[in-house]
C-alpha cells in the first residue's frame, strides 16, 4: 500500500458493497423462508405421489442452497465491514498527518518523507538552522531513536516533520497489513463453478466463519459486546441496543454466542444455530468419508474353521470379529453425524405429519454434543413445555428425544382448545453415559442445572405475548434429577412439573419445586426398573422418588410399560402429559392410591 493508493482510498465504498451482500444475504433468507415454510408445506399437503415427492426433495434443497447464499454473502458482509473499518481507521491516521504537514507549512513527498524548510533561531556562525526530509519509522526502538534525534535538530520544523512522517509510516502499515489479512480470507469466500451446495461447500463454510471470525477481531471488538456471564434479560438488552448492521455481523461472524444467548428472540437463535449446524454437518460428513476411506469394511462374515482339520468349512460361515469391531468404531464415527441428520429431518418435516415449524434454540458438537429444538415458536406460544432427556441422551441419539416433544405437542394442541403451544427437546447438559457407572453421580444433574435455570428465564424473557405463559418442565429418567438439582440450587422458572420414571430429583418432597401446591405429577410405569434404581440403591441407602407417598406429587395414571413408554402413541401416559402442557389439568387422570386428596388438589387451586 503506495501514500497515492491510501490517500485516494474511499473506505465507504467497502462499507456501501457490505451493505449490498447484507440485503443479498437477506433476500436469500427470505426466499428459503417462503420455500421451506410455505411452498414445500403447502404441496406436502395438498399433493401426493412420486412426483411431488420429488418436487418437495428438489425444493428443499433449493431452500437449502438459498440458505449457503445466505451464509456466505453475510459473512462476505461482515468481512467488507472489518475491512472498511481497518482502513478507515488507516485513513483517519493518514489524513491527521497530513493537515498537521499542511498547517506547518512541510511538504510530503510521494514516498512518505516529509521535508522541512530552514527555520529556527540563528546559530553562532549567524546562519538559520538548515532544512531537511524525514523519513518514517514504525519500528518503537527507531521511532524512538529518531524521534531523539528531532528533538536535539536546532530546526523545530525537524520534530513536526518526524512526527508527522511516522504517522503516515504507521497509516501505510496498517492499511498494507489490513490489505494482506483481507484479500485472501474475500477471495475464499467464493463458491465452486457449479450448482450444487455439497458437504465441502459448508465445510468450508465453517472454515470461513472461523478464518472471518478470527481476522475480523478488532471490528468486533470495538462493537459492543455482550454482557459478560449476564443473565437473559442483560442478553436480551444487549441485542435490543445493537444496530441492524451489528446484529447482522454478530450473527455471521459469532453465530455460535448469538445462537446459544438465553433471552433472544427464538428466530434470531434458530438463524444463527441453522448456520453452525449447516457448517457443523458438512464438515462432520467430510470426516465421516474420510474414515470410511482409512477404514475399509472388513468381510462380515467368514468360513468357519473345523477344530480338528484347521480348513475353513466350505458352506459354513461365521460372523467376524474384526467386522464387528469395525462397525462399532464406525457407528461411533458417525454419531454426531447421526444427531445433525436428525435435526435436519426435523427441519424438513416441518408442516408435514402434524409438525409444526421447527426452531434450533441451542447446538453445539462439543462432548456428547448439545441441542435445543423447538416444536412451534416459543416467544408466542401460550404454552410451553420443555423435556428434558435422561441417562446416554446426547446428540448421536437425539432422533428419539425430538419424537417425544413432537409426540407431546401434537397431544397437547388438541387439547389446548386453540391455544398454541410450543414444546421443546433440551439437551443442554451433559447427561450421564449408562444407568450403572454414571447415573448414580450427582453432578452431571448440578452441572446442568445453572444452565437449566437460565434457559427457562430466557423464555420468559424473549416471550412476547400479551400474558405470560403456561409453562410446564417434564424430565425424563436422570432428567428429572437434573429439574429437582435446578430447583434445590436456583428458581425454577415453571408453573407445573412432570416426572415420569424418575429416579429421584435431589429434594425430599414437591413443595420445594418451586410450583404451586399440586402442580407436580408424577408417572412410574411397570417394568421400569429405574425408580427402584433411586429408591434402593447405593446399598439400600437410596433416595425419595417422586412416586413415593412421602414425596406428595400427583401420581398421574401410567398405562405403558417399561422405562420408554411413557410417550407411546394413544396412551393415557402421554395424553396425562399433555393435558398439564396445555393447561387441562382437571382432565388428568390420577391412580386411585394418589396420596394428595381431591380437596386438597381443589383448595390448592
Known amino acids: 500500500m503506495d501514500l497515492a493508493t491510501l490517500k ?5 465504498e467497502y462499507a456501501d458493497a457490505a451493505d449490498g451482500y447484507r440485503r443479498t444475504s437477506e433476500m436469500a433468507n427470505a426466499a428459503r423462508d417462503r420455500i421451506a415454510s410455505r411452498t414445500v408445506v403447502t404441496m406436502r399437503n395438498a399433493l401426493e405421489g412420486k412426483a411431488a415427492t420429488a418436487a418437495v426433495g428438489q425444493l428443499t434443497e433449493l431452500a437449502r442452497n438459498f440458505h449457503y447464499i445466505q451464509t456466505e454473502c453475510g459473512l462476505i458482509g461482515s468481512a467488507l465491514d472489518a475491512f472498511a473499518y481497518e482502513m478507515e481507521a488507516a485513513k483517519r491516521t493518514l489524513d491527521a498527518a497530513l493537515a498537521d504537514a499542511r498547517a506547518a507549512g512541510l511538504t510530503v513527498r510521494a514516498d512518505g518523507s516529509v521535508s522541512y524548510p530552514p527555520g529556527g533561531e540563528k546559530g553562532k556562525d549567524g546562519k538559520v538552522p538548515d532544512g531537511g526530509t524525514a523519513t518514517g519509522l514504525t519500528d518503537d526502538t527507531a521511532s524512538a531513536v529518531g524521534r531523539q534525534a528531532a528533538n536535539l535538530d536546532p530546526n523545530p520544523k525537524a520534530r513536526v516533520a518526524q512526527d508527522c512522517t511516522d504517522r503516515i509510516a504507521t497509516a501505510l502499515r496498517q492499511a498494507t497489513e489490513a490489505d494482506t489479512k483481507w484479500a485472501p480470507k474475500l477471495r475464499a469466500l467464493k463458491a465452486d463453478d457449479d450448482l450444487t451446495v455439497s458437504d465441502r461447500d459448508w465445510a468450508d463454510t465453517a472454515a470461513d466463519t472461523r478464518g472471518v471470525r478470527a481476522a ?30 451489528e446484529q447482522a455481523a454478530w450473527t455471521a461472524m459469532r453465530p455460535n454466542t448469538v445462537g446459544n444467548l438465553d433471552g433472544l428472540p427464538a428466530t434470531v437463535r434458530d438463524e444463527a444455530n441453522r448456520t453452525v449446524l449447516a457448517g457443523a454437518r458438512g ?23 473345523n477344530p480338528r482339520t484347521g480348513a475353513p468349512m466350505r458352506g ?3 460372523s467376524n ?53 423447538a416444536n412451534g415458536n ?64 450427582e453432578h452431571y444433574a448440578y452441572d446442568g442445572a445453572p444452565a437449566f435455570n437460565r434457559f427457562l428465564d430466557g423464555l420468559e424473557t424473549a416471550h412476547t405475548g400479551d400474558t405470560a405463559p403456561h409453562r410446564t418442565v417434564i424430565g425424563h429418567s436422570y432428567g428429572s434429577t437434573l429439574i429437582g438439582a435446578a430447583a434445590e440450587t436456583g428458581r425454577l422458572n415453571a408453573d407445573d412439573v412432570i416426572f415420569a420414571g424418575s429416579p429421584g430429583v435431589k429434594v425430599s418432597h414437591a413443595d420445594e419445586m418451586d410450583v404451586p401446591k399440586g402442580h ?18 447405593h446399598g439400600g441407602d437410596g433416595f425419595i422418588v417422586p412416586s413415593d407417598p412421602d414425596f406428595g406429587a400427583q401420581q398421574m395414571t401410567t398405562d405403558t410399560h417399561g422405562h420408554s413408554g411413557y410417550w407411546d402413541e394413544d396412551s393415557r401416559s402421554l395424553l396425562n402429559q399433555a393435558l398439564v402442557v396445555a393447561g387441562q389439568e382437571d382432565n388428568v387422570r390420577l391412580e386411585s392410591h394418589n396420596p394428595l386428596t381431591s380437596d386438597e388438589v381443589m383448595r390448592s387451586k
Do not use: C
Open 283 to 305: 464438515s462432520a460428513q467430510v470426516e465421516y468419508d474420510t474414515w470410511l476411506r482409512q477404514h475399509p469394511e472388513p468381510p462380515r462374515y467368514t468360513d468357519k474353521i
Open 520 to 537: 407436580v405429577w408424577n408417572e412410574e410405569a411397570p417394568g421400569d426398573p429405574v425408580p427402584d434404581i433411586g429408591r434402593f440403591g
Open 321 to 373: 470379529t474384526a467386522w464387528e469391531t469395525w462397525e462399532r468404531d464406525r457407528k461411533e464415527a458417525r454419531a454426531p453425524l447421526d444427531g445433525m441428520e436428525a435435526i435436519q429431518r426435523r427441519f424438513d418435516a416441518s408442516g408435514a405429519e402434524r409438525k409444526p415449524e421447527a426452531y434450533l434454540l441451542g447446538f453445539s458438537t462439543k462432548g456428547d454434543g448439545r441441542a435445543i429444538i
Open 378 to 441: 416459543p416467544d408466542t406460544a401460550d404454552h410451553q413445555a420443555v423435556y428434558v432427556p435422561g441417562t446416554s441422551a446426547g446428540l448421536g441419539k437425539i432422533e428419539g428425544d425430538i419424537e417425544r416433544a413432537v409426540k407431546v405437542w401434537n397431544t397437547a394442541d388438541d387439547a389446548a382448545e386453540g391455544e398454541s403451544v410450543s414444546t421443546i427437546t433440551w439437551l443442554g447438559y451433559d447427561a450421564p453415559d449408562a444407568v450403572d457407572t454414571d447415573s448414580p453421580f
Open 316 to 318: 459354513v460361515k461365521v
Open 8 to 12: 485516494a482510498l474511499k473506505p465507504r
Open 216 to 245: 475480523g477481531r478488532e471490528y468486533l471488538d470495538s462493537l459492543p459486546q455482550p454482557p459478560e456471564k449476564g443473565g437473559p434479560r442483560a442478553n436480551a438488552e444487549w441485542w435490543k441496543g445493537l444496530t441492524p448492521d
